[in-house]
């Protein structure tokens, strides 16, 4: 019994201070000096509670991305319904003035063509031939008085493709 009474007089069944749960960084480090097993096994508790509040703090992030995300993807389902209505509605607009520009078009075409039919009175068949028979003879009269004639003898072209045969 005496023996029992000197261990807890020396402070064998005390309390020491790693025994008293997760200790701070601050706390470790004042007790830095006097290290022991314990001590161990107080770092160890405090590296384990740091472990899970940071797995917990990513968690928290990681649902927050995940809505941020959502949120992301519905703005662009969102700008993409709103992009789609846009040009949806500019070709409605130009499909429907190409349509009034068209049929003003129309009008402009079939007035001018009885104007000038009324102009022209009744072309004939004759009139037609008699002008595009004119508009030829202008033609062949300007070609030959724009490029100069050269004549070419029979002999020189023949010459010219024995001497490639020959070689």
Sequence with gaps: ?????????????????????????ETLEEKAEHWTLGADAATAT???Q????????????????KNVCEDVDDLHV???NV?????????MQFT??????EDESTRVDSA??????EKCGLTTQEDLMSSCCQAIAEGLDLVKNSYMKMEISDSESEGGEEGQKKG
């Design 50 to 65: 740091i472990s899970s509040n940071m797995i917990a703090r990513t968690h928290e992030v990681e649902a927050a991305l």
């Design 83 to 91: 992009a789609t209505s846009l040009h949806l509605l500019s070709n």
């Design 1 to 25: 019994m005496e023996e029992s009474k000197d261990r807890k007089e020396s402070g064998y069944n005390k309390k020491h201070w790693w025994e008293g749960g997760p200790m701070s960084y």
């Design 46 to 48: 405090l590296l384990q």
């Design 78 to 80: 969102s700008l993409s």
């Design 112 to 117: 001018s063509t009885n104007i000038k039919a």
């Design 96 to 101: 429907e003035n190409r349509t009034y520009q």
